[in-house]
């Protein structure tokens, strides 16, 4: 069983370009989590969705940030006109449907460099 | 609203020792604590958890966690510290209060194990 994938596990774009971040959960989790981390610090949360539905995203951007969970393929991370603070390390992480009980698996994060 | 703690940034300990990282934190509900160890440019990793039951969680690696209602902590502990337990240490809370059910992370207390 596969853990959680997350790809690219670098990423350098340019500022004013976009950065799009991936993220497969584990298999049979429906529930996603994103999380940025930036150098020193601790996680922050961003967003959690479950399939096709945002639940909670309190910890958003409100400007140039978005994410989706579509019925198929991947969760997606997108940063538009990207800046030198968004430089960091995202992660993602996944859990089941239906049990609160359970940790959440993290996947090994995307670093992302803006230049 | 629902909040983690981890008041140390760094503790240091020598080898042999027992090491103590602290976590407090505030909920709503019934509190769901985890804690996650962060290697160099690695994902987070799974430690232990305390849903219910006895006070006293233990999980991989040796570690133990004490929950403590009337404190509202849940400290990370291990009897002997290992050089190779030098990380970075993150607890979170699952508030089951709120009703998103969203995981929360501390800001991080980063071990060294001296030799």
């Known amino acids: 069983n596969a853990g959680v994938m997350q790809n690219p596990r670098h990423l350098v774009r340019r500022r004013g370009q976009e950065a799009r971040l991936r993220c497969s959960p584990m298999k049979g989790h429906s529930h996603v989590y994103w999380y940025r981390q930036l150098p020193e610090e601790g996680l922050k949360f961003m967003v959690y969705l479950q399939k096709e539905n945002i639940i909670d995203e309190s910890g958003m951007p409100k400007e140039r940030f978005s994410a989706e969970f579509p019925k198929e393929g991947p969760s997606i991370l997108r940063i538009q006109q990207v800046v030198r603070g968004d430089s960091a390390a995202y992660f993602c992480a996944s859990s089941p449907p239906g049990d609160l009980n359970t940790e959440a698996f993290f996947g090994q994060g995307t670093r992302l460099t803006v230049v | 609203a629902q909040s983690v703690a981890q008041p140390e940034d760094q503790v240091n300990v020598a080898e042999g020792n027992p090491l103590t990282v602290k976590c407090t934190y505030s909920v709503s509900g019934n509190p769901y604590l985890f804690w996650y160890v962060q290697y160099p440019n690695r994902g987070l990793q799974f430690l232990l958890k305390?849903?219910?039951?006895?006070?006293l969680v233990k999980g991989s690696y040796g570690f133990e966690a004490e929950f403590n209602k009337s404190q509202t902590s849940f400290h990370l502990k291990k009897p002997s510290a290992l050089v190779s337990d030098s990380a970075l240490y993150f607890c979170a809370v699952r508030d089951t209060g709120t009703g998103t059910y969203k995981y929360i992370f501390g800001t991080g207390t980063r071990l060294k194990v001296l030799a």
């Open positions: 305390y849903i219910t039951g006895d006070n």
